[in-house]
């Protein structure tokens, strides 16, 4: 039956749920992708609620001969989530920790609970669940069971199938059922059962006690040494229990069901095993190598010491974290230019006894004559190092162009002792392909990370794909080898296992899987007939990339379509409000794939590729896919990828205009300065109005603004009036230390005009000279608004205008960080092309405020004795877009600078306003929403003594509106210390 004849039913189906069920084309396009290079339109989405909307949902598949596909974070890198059925998404509902065990070490979970959640609820109980994923702050227990996920640390703790104990399963009849450890007599008993349970007992006993079956599992499966072995269904694990081998332990099926891709059964429950937290203290030894065969040899050297990972990055990794925003920081350890580089960790109860474990493979490894340097991170700066090796995968889709870092050979393992020769022949075999591969994984476990760089839209590099793969194998085979280690076989090494283990295996597979699901509803074309593997992939065979005329310019990722496309899935984006950072507010509010970057970049690749309209951009669904991007910059930094979604999301909005005009709330807010100047002439009148219950009320009604908002003031005189009266008399040093020029931006002028003055005064106290030149706003609020002809209009402007006068000596300084770091990312890009160049060198002079006296202090040029000792305690809450494109340690530094000042930088995200967006009726809720995840209670807990401080305005009006307490601009805070 056709997917549109199955509608009436679907609509059936979705009445009956206590969850939702959706099959509008947003939805199925949001999920048509994982991690993976394939796409594949489902049927329908689902997200259950209830065990009962599960076994709905399998009556409905068995009934209309459609299939369910188990999804949680969506970071599957061969396919598993991707199917024509329906995906049914557990992550948001199923995410309860049910019962916890401190005496027996075990805790039960709904698939849908993250590790790095789940490991914040263990800790202050003394355990943790040990599997670590470099996606560990969005892998969900489901995918880490479905894959078998190991991790860096396997090589101590094992993987995900040495942890589950329990699992409560839906089987394919809709029957719940609970497996775990049985007994030989246990065994028996459970073969008697009648029905479909029974029948699962009654095969595996019969398939494993025959003697041919059990020869050719011990013949042709992976070395039993190989503990990342994970290539068709595990029957190994269970031909090893009692039932089978007098020594053996007892059976589970358990053991199948992990690393199974949802292909036997749905899991709704997990009961795994926990283990005491690692020793607390740990050193990483960065051991640098000019090749990458010497670095294999050095991992042999390293697992005979107490290592706990051993971890592999090689130059073309190295060289994607160079352009990173957010992970170039986090090189400060990389010495000269290493082809290779193991990150080697050590704990111990104290620094000296993990140093001492440390310092010993350091004088192995130069007895051996393998390495040139052997830099030893220290506890405070692990944590940035392991981060720099995590964002691995995603910086591959920053290579330019439509050549990628391909996922099909990323999850050999071998014996380690193997594992210099494999490389080798591995390299070697890819030369042929005229292919330089791209090295990055678990060393200490055998398994590395190999990537061919292809491009999947082209016919040739699909074959490639293929030849590639199949290369692969064979070598894999060759070594006895197992060709997945973690990631599962999906639909990308699917095709390969009966090579893998042989025929007769495989057909003793599909005999499993057709007896646990006969129908095939379970994730079918996994692991089991699958579907040639270069086949429903993202980009249709031999496309060409349609070109779209934009008016940013994109040309450095080859255009807006190109930007989308540098999402690679990863899912960075859907970590949660406690793993830190920025992004993505939205997603973390509403928890849905939607309000992600990864599901906008989705859906704009999806409709600008396949438009056939006037207008590319003329789309409802991009149009709802973007509403709720609060254009924070959170994925332009800490992306992976740096997928920039608010340019993106600017220019949407700039083309969406051409087709249905510009709304008038988008018009007010984008001309809010000229408003504003208007307004000052008159401001005791215009503040009047704006906070009068019923003009108020009545203007708020007009614009869509939400009535529990307070309109900003408009302060009575413009900074830029007050300095042309004020300045020339303001009291200041005989030597000036330096001149800068101030970028009075529309905010700090009309609003914050008292800021701004604090801000002047003290600059000139302590020594430096400020000019105040004529020029245009910022152009930030048409950019939010996607008027981009008006905010181009006023880059020209102020770039003719301070290109000529910044320089190293001379910088330009803002007070609001959106306003003034639009010199530093948007500018080059929205300025005519006789410009850029001068754009370009303004961006590296321009600075925030906090940036400009946090540097001015490392150069001792404002010291401490010039202010207060008093104490004073103060809670510090950044700009989304300092943190994106500056730092928020600069404020950090300027509010630790009286030397009794003590500084706590909130662990927030966005606060939620968002320039304009918390103002919007609509977004209100959701606005409020994100700053109670973790700004608001922060600043709730503080006394009245303490100071909050924000740089950011709609931050400030944020904290008042969502607290009561009002916030004080960082400059505020040090004018209020200085006592010269």
């Not at 940035?384 to 691995?392: C, D, F, M, V």
Request: overall charge negative.
């Amino acid at each position: 039956m056709s997917s549109s004849n199955l509608v009436p039913n679907l609509e059936k189906l979705a009445a009956r749920m206590q969850g939702e069920l959706k099959f509008d084309s947003l939805s199925k396009t949001l999920y048509a992708t994982d991690a993976s290079v394939y796409r594949e339109m489902p049927l329908a989405v689902a997200f259950p609620k209830t065990e009962q909307d599960i076994q709905l949902l399998i009556d409905f598949a068995n009934a209309y001969q459609t299939s369910l596909i188990p999804r949680t974070a969506g970071t599957s890198l061969a396919g598993q989530c991707v199917g024509n059925g329906i995906v049914v998404d557990v992550s948001k509902h199923f995410t309860q920790i049910l019962e916890f065990n401190l005496e027996e070490k075990w805790v039960r979970v709904q698939p849908g609970v993250v590790r790095d959640e789940l490991n914040r609820f263990l800790r202050p109980h003394g355990l943790f669940f040990s599997p670590v994923t470099s996606t560990a702050n969005r892998a969900m227990i489901g995918g880490m069971v479905g894959n078998n996920s190991s991790g860096t640390t396997s090589i101590v703790y094992g993987t995900t199938r040495e942890k589950v104990v329990e699992l409560k399963v839906l089987l394919s009849d809709g029957n719940p059922t609970v497996f775990g450890q049985v007994s030989k007599k246990e065994f028996d008993e459970k073969c008697t059962i009648p029905g479909l349970e029974g029948e699962l007992y009654r095969q595996v006993k019969m398939e494993l006690s025959d003697p041919k079956n059990r020869e050719n599992i011990n013949r042709h499966f992976p070395k039993k040494s190989i503990h990342r072995r994970n290539t068709g269904y595990a029957l190994d694990y269970l031909m090893e229990t009692e039932v089978f081998d007098e020594t053996g332990q007892s059976f589970n099926f358990c053991k199948l069901l992990a690393g199974s891709e949802g292909t036997l059964a749905f899991t709704t429950e997990i009961k795994i095993s926990l283990d005491p937290l690692p020793e607390p203290v740990d050193i990483v030894v960065a051991a640098h190598f000019e090749s990458i065969t010497l670095s294999m040899k050095a991992s042999q050297v390293a697992m005979k010491h107490p290592a706990t990972a051993v971890e592999l990055m090689d130059k073309i990794i190295l060289d994607c974290t160079k352009e990173s925003i957010e992970y170039s920081k986090n090189r400060y350890f990389v010495e000269g230019d290493p082809m290779a580089l193991l990150m080697i960790e050590f704990r111990g109860q104290s620094l000296e006894e993990a140093l001492g474990k440390g310092k010993a493979l350091v004088e192995d490894l130069k007895a051996a004559g393998l390495g040139y340097a052997y830099p030893i991170i220290e506890p405070d700066l692990t944590a940035s190092a392991w981060a720099l090796r995590s964002a691995g995968l995603g910086l591959l889709a920053n290579i330019p162009g439509d050549r990628k870092a391909v996922a099909c050979v990323e999850d050999t393992a071998v014996d380690i002792v193997d594992l210099a020769d494999y490389i080798d022949e591995f390299d070697r075999t890819m030369v042929t392909f005229k292919q330089e591969p791209v090295h990055y994984a678990h060393a200490g476990a055998g398994e590395i990370h190999l990537r061919p760089i292809l491009d999947l839209k082209k016919k040739e590099d699909r074959e490639e794909f293929y030849k590639i793969s199949k290369a692969s194998a064979e070598l894999v085979k060759k070594y006895n080898g197992s060709l997945s280690g973690e990631h599962g076989d999906g639909r990308v090494r699917a095709p390969f296992i009966p090579m893998m283990v042989g025929e007769e295996n495989y057909q003793l597979f599909r005999r499993i899987k057709a007896t646990w699901d006969p129908s095939g509803i379970f994730n079918p074309g996994k692991i089991v007939d699958a579907a040639p593997m270069n086949t429903s992939l993202r980009y249709e065979e031999d496309m060409v990339t349609p070109e779209q005329d934009t008016l940013m310019d994109f040309s450095a990722v080859g255009g807006i379509l190109r930007m989308a496309e540098k999402c690679n899935g990863s899912g960075d984006c859907r970590k949660l409000p406690t793993s830190g950072g920025t992004m993505c507010p939205s997603y973390q509010a509403t928890r849905n794939e939607k309000d992600t970057t990864r599901g906008r970049a989705n859906v704009l690749r999806e409709f600008l590729t396949k438009d056939q309209q006037p207008n590319p951009f003329d789309h409802p669904e991009i149009k709802e896919a973007l509403d709720l991007c609060l254009s924070c910059k959170g994925c332009t930094a800490e992306c992976p990828s740096n997928v920039d979604m608010a340019s993106m999301k600017a220019e949407f909005l700039h083309q969406y205009h051409k087709t249905h005009g510009i709304p008038l709330r988008s018009k007010a807010f984008a001309n809010i300065a000229t408003l504003n100047n208007l307004g000052g002439k008159i401001a005791g009148v215009s503040n009047f109005f704006l906070g009068n219950k019923f003009t108020g009320k009545a203007l708020k009604s007009i614009l869509g603004v939400a009535e529990q908002r307070e309109l900003p003031a408009i302060s009575k005189v413009s900074l830029r009036s007050w300095f042309k009266k004020n300045y020339s008399s303001l009291p200041g040093k005989e030597k000036v230390i330096k001149t800068i020029y101030l970028f009075a931006d529309e905010f700090t002028n009309y609003n914050d005009t008292e800021i701004g003055i604090k801000a002047v005064q003290l600059l000139k106290k302590l020594g430096y000279e400020i000019i105040l030149p004529e020029h245009e706003e910022s152009g930030r609020s048409a950019l939010s608004k996607g008027l981009l002809e008006k905010a181009k209009k006023h880059a020209d402007a102020n770039v003719r205008v301070f290109g000529k006068l910044v320089d190293g000596e001379h910088p330009l300084v803002g007070i609001e960080p959106s306003a003034i770091l639009s010199f530093r990312d948007e500018y080059p890009r929205l300025v005519d092309k006789s410009l850029v160049e001068d754009a370009k060198k303004l961006k590296f002079h321009t600075l925030m405020l906090d940036e400009f006296i946090g540097r001015e202090i490392v150069a001792g040029n404002i010291r401490a004795e010039d202010f207060t000792s008093e104490p004073k305690t103060i809670k510090l809450h950044g700009h989304c877009h300092q943190k994106a494109l500056s730092a928020v340690s600069w404020s950090h530094k300027l509010l630790s600078l009286p030397q009794n000042y003590v500084v706590e930088t909130i662990p927030s995200g966005c606060c939620g306003m968002a320039g304009s967006f918390g103002y919007e009726k609509e977004h209100y809720e959701l606005s409020m929403q994100i700053g109670e995840m973790v700004l608001f209670p922060a600043v709730r807990e503080a006394d009245q003594e303490t100071i909050i401080a924000a740089p950011g305005t709609s931050c400030r009006h944020q904290i008042a509106d969502g607290t009561g307490r009002q916030a004080l601009h960082p400059i505020e805070v040090l004018w209020d210390a200085y006592r010269g």
